[in-house]
């Protein structure tokens, strides 16, 4: 039995047991398509309240079309997803996104026209929770100095650090974020690390898309591998030098 199906079973792995977790997000069974072609077969996956976890694979694998079927993105699906114990499988984007359900494209998704703050004040509150703009102007230091700069002229960094707080004003507390560090300065890629740790000790259950193995790795509790539409392999943090071959084997060029 993998991993992942250890963990779906509710078998004591790590010295806890997974019937004590609360589950935020479970995949059954999913399957997408893209007109004809189809493009997840199969996909089994569950991530727990608080937790990190990564969807890994090269290029065409389905990390993205995985991220975009959960946030209802993909009109044909089918299978089970449950969101906080609700099945959405049928419902549609902004259904799911009331759940607390946050999604940063890899495309980021400002509004290139407006300022900082006006992207801040724009998002609709979708849960209870949602950060103030200052805030996420102390999270962020970055976009308080540029506040009232538009989203064009802001660099790719700022811009992601802007796509990132939008998501955290709607009071999200599941996010689902895709190659948020894909072409930044290492500078700006350290301190999306340190923000992701704080979210993570919030509480926030995060789903990472990332090709940046060495900035994923430390962050991550598990590593979901992905090739060709299925998940592979599950591998805990505990496990990430045992499992190096698995790794080479559906990461490396």
């Known amino acids: 039995m993998s991993a992942a199906e250890k963990y779906s079973a509710g078998i004591e792995i790590g010295g806890e047991h997974s019937s004590e977790k609360i589950e935020d997000l479970r995949i ?7 007109g004809e072609s189809h493009a997840l077969h199969g996909i089994d996956m569950t991530v727990y309240q608080g937790e990190l976890v990564t969807l890994l694979g090269r ?14 993105l993909i009109e044909s699906r089918s299978g089970s997803i449950m969101l906080k114990g609700k099945e959405v499988i049928k419902a549609s984007a902004h259904e799911i996104a009331r759940l607390g359900v946050g999604y ?36 962020f230091p970055n976009l308080a100095e540029r506040r009232t700069s538009p989203g064009m002229r802001l660099s790719g960094g700022e811009q992601q650090m802007l796509a990132m707080a939008r998501i955290l004003r709607t009071g999200a507390t599941l996010l689902l974020l895709d190659e948020i560090t894909e072409g930044l300065a290492p500078v700006i890629v350290d301190k999306l690390g340190d923000v992701l740790t704080m979210l993570k000790e919030r509480g926030f259950t995060i789903v990472l898309v990332e090709q940046n193995f060495q900035f994923a790795a430390p962050l991550a509790d598990r590593h979901f591998i992905m090739d060709h539409g299925h998940i592979v392999d599950c591998v805990l943090q505990s496990e990430l030098k045992e499992k190096q071959a698995v790794f080479d084997e559906y990461l490396s060029v």
Do not use: K, Q, W
């Open 104 to 139: 940063c494209p890899e495309e980021r998704g400002i509004f290139a026209s407006l300022s900082v703050e006006e992207n801040l004040l724009l998002p609709p509150h979708v849960a209870p929770g949602g950060m103030s703009v200052e805030e996420l102007y102390e999270i």
């Open 59 to 72: 290029n065409g694998a389905g990390r993205t079309t995985t991220l975009r079927a959960v946030m209802g």
């Open 28 to 34: 059954t069974d999913l399957h997408a398509f893209y």
